[in-house]
Every structure is written in structure tokens, then in C-alpha cells.
């Protein structure tokens, strides 16, 4: 299982361009694609960060793999050029303060993260999706070990945020508890057959007083059969619309009449009824812990960020920013 607090970092680090949670390898192997379409004879440097000159085709590169990881058009792009040239002033300001500290990413580390990365893609389908996209293998692999130095720089950084405290969880809880409601929400029971007639002889054996979820194990065709027919908490609005009517106008413990659907013939029973109100702190403790932690590493996020800026001065050329929104 993936350790929390470091899922955490990656949210907080990438909350606009999610840069490190890698969601698709399809989108990763186009992002790098793209680097290939550039001038390269434009070397004019455009930014500095401490020792690191950024030229026009870097930068070009930087914002490309961005907006592809995005996925945002060219009109969003121009329009939001401000913030994606500052993200990527973000990653060279990480890479001057690892270089410092003698940060590195072994071969060993490398080598994991390649397999796990490739894990559900056999050898030869990963070899046809760089081959297909244009993509060098040893730049793929320049860019993953890039991306898992700068996590690991920024982990190195930040480090663990202070446990949410219950106090924190209360007051958090106490002053956005409408963002906790639940609607009415039904727990159900189902059997599902493909003709009536089959319906008709499973309501008969119900009304005599068979077991429904033995009856669903044995006759029903939907994935939950093996439950008993057990379905789970329904809300309003998740059902079809004819089906919804039907069931949550029935109390707890009463069965539904034979109810048509373009996946067969349907008995439900409805175990248990929730009314309409507010989740309580102990159900949304964890959600809400998760929500403040991620907060507090946003925090030391921007203030580390701002302590490099002051570290390691940035200089960028005057226009760089309207040029960019003009030409690209």
C-alpha cells in the first residue's frame, strides 16, 4: 500500500499541474513526445535560477510537458502562461537546492521505479507505446529520474507534517459541517432473473417464507448474487428513475412487487433506511484529517519555496511572460 503522507506531498506539490502523479502512461509518453517538436538553435537564456540558465527551447520544453499533463489547449495555455512559467521556475529552484545538498536518485531506485511503472504493461507493449509516440527510451527514462529526484528533494525538505490533532479535527468538522451531509439513502437487497415467469416463482417461494438471500445466491444474475443480493447503501438519484420510486417508497424490512428493467426482473428489499441529515465527526475524521494535512504541507510547500527564492535569486527576461502569451 502507498504511504499516505507521501501521496499527500505529491498533491500538494503538484496541486496544479500534478506533474508526479504519473495517472496515465499514455499521457507521460506524449508529454515527452512533444519535446522532440522545438528549435533547438533557440539558446537565449530567458530565466536564471542560482546557477541554472533556463534557455527559450528548456523552457519551451518545461511548458509543453505541462500543458500535456494538464491537458489544457492553447488558449488555456496563454492565458494561464504566468503560473505555468512559475511552476516551472518551481522545479529548477528543487533541482539547485538538491544539487547543493548532494541529493541523487541510485540506480537502484531507478531500476524499482522503472518495473513498477511498467508493471501492467508487458515488455513489448511498452517498447510499441515509445516506438508508436516517437519517444527515446533513454529520454523516458531521463524524465522519470528527474521527476522522482525532485519528489524525493521535496520529501527531503518538508519531511512529516505534526499528526492532526483532535481539537483541529473538531473545529475543522464544527465549521464546515455542511459540507458533510448525506441524503436519504436506502440499504439494499436484490434478486435479479431474465424472465418473469422466473420472477413469479421467486416472489411465491419469498411470500411462503424462503430465505431472499439464499434465493439470490442461487438464481440471481447480478455480481452481488454471492452476497446474498446485498447491494449496499443507495442514495436518491442513483437508481433509474421508475426503479427509485418504487423502492424508497417502502419502509425497512418490506419488498419491492416485481419491477422491470432493461437488465431483467428485479426484487429488491429494503434492509434499512437512512434519513436525510449530517455525516458525524467520526465518520468524516479521516477524510477531514487528510484534508488538514494536506493543508499544512501546502503551507510548507509555499514557505519553502519562497525561502529557496530568497536562496537561490530567480531572474527572468523582462517580456518573457507577454511574449509568451503573444507567440509561444
Partial sequence: ???????????????????????????????????????????????TVGS????????????????????ISDQELKLGIRTIINKAVEKYLIMEYGKKLGIEISDDELASSIKEFKRDYPDEVFKEMLLENSVDYDLWKENLYQKLLIEKITQKAIGDINPITFNETQAYYDSHVDEFKHPLMIRLRQIVVQTREEAEMILNRLAKGEDMGKLAEKYSITPE????????????????????????????????????????????????????????????????????????????????????????????????????????
Fill in 1 to 47: 500500500m502507498q504511504d499516505p503522507n507521501r501521496t499527500l506531498l505529491k498533491m500538494a506539490y503538484f496541486r496544479l499541474i500534478k506533474s508526479f502523479q504519473v495517472v496515465s502512461v499514455f499521457a507521460f509518453i506524449f508529454s515527452l513526445s512533444a519535446c522532440h517538436v522545438f528549435d533547438h538553435s533557440e539558446e537565449k537564456i530567458v530565466i
Fill in 52 to 71: 541554472k540558465n533556463i534557455t527559450r527551447t528548456d523552457l519551451k520544453k518545461d511548458i509543453e510537458n505541462i500543458k500535456n499533463e494538464m491537458g
Fill in 225 to 328: 448474487a454471492k452476497a446474498g443480493g446485498i447491494m449496499g447503501w443507495v442514495a436518491k438519484g442513483q437508481l433509474e428513475e421508475t426503479i427509485e420510486d418504487a423502492v424508497f417508497s417502502l419502509p425497512s424490512g418490506k419488498r419491492s412487487d416485481i419491477l422491470k428493467s432493461p437488465y431483467g426482473y428485479h426484487i429488491f428489499e429494503v434492509m434499512d433506511v437512512r434519513s436525510e441529515g449530517h455525516k458525524s465527526l467520526p465518520e468524516v475524521m479521516k477524510e477531514i484529517e487528510t484534508r488538514l494535512t494536506l493543508q499544512k504541507r501546502e503551507l510548507s510547500y509555499i514557505k519553502w519555496i519562497s525561502d529557496l527564492k530568497d536562496r537561490y535569486p530567480v531572474k527572468t527576461e523582462e517580456d518573457i511572460y507577454t511574449s509568451w502569451s503573444k507567440e509561444g
